[in-house]
C-alpha cells in the first residue's frame, strides 16, 4: 500500500491550495483519511478527517477555511485549503486506515508529506 501525496508549495497570506492524496497498491476497503500537519518546532496535529460514510472532523483553527473530502473510487483524499495563514505553514501528511486483503486487518500507512509555506 502506497499514499502519494502532492498539491504543496508556496502561497501568500490569503490565498488557496489543494492537497491530494492517491492510495494505491493491494487494497481491500479504506476506511478513515485524513491530513495531518508538522509546523516548525511543533508536534504533529490532525488537521482533518473523513470516514468512509462521510463523517468530517476538523482541527478548530481550520473550521470554515479548509475543507476535506474523497473520491472513494479513486481511493483520494482532498484537502481545500482557503484563508490560508503564516500559521498553517508546515508538513502536510496524509493518513489512510486501509484493509489490504479480506484475510488481513486493517493498518495505518502514511504518505510521504507535502511542505506548505505560508508567507505574509
Known amino acids: 500500500v502506497q499514499l502519494q501525496a502532492s498539491g504543496g508549495g508556496w502561497v501568500q497570506s490569503g490565498g488557496s491550495l489543494r492537497l491530494s492524496c492517491a492510495v494505491s497498491g493491494s487494497i481491500f476497503s479504506v476506511n478513515d483519511m485524513g491530513w495531518y500537519r508538522q509546523g516548525p518546532g511543533n508536534e504533529r496535529e490532525l488537521v482533518a478527517s473523513?470516514?468512509?460514510?462521510?463523517?468530517?472532523k476538523y482541527l478548530d483553527s481550520v473550521k470554515g477555511r479548509f475543507t476535506i473530502s474523497r473520491d472513494n473510487a479513486k481511493n483520494t483524499v482532498y484537502l481545500q485549503m482557503n484563508s490560508l495563514k503564516t500559521e498553517d505553514t508546515g508538513v502536510y501528511y496524509c493518513?489512510?486506515?486501509?484493509?489490504?486483503?479480506?484475510?488481513?486487518?486493517?493498518?495505518?500507512?502514511w504518505g510521504q508529506g507535502t511542505l506548505v509555506t505560508v508567507s505574509s
Open positions: 493518513n489512510a486506515r486501509v484493509r489490504p486483503a479480506w484475510s488481513r486487518p486493517s493498518s495505518d500507512y
Open positions: 473523513i470516514t468512509s460514510g462521510g463523517y468530517i
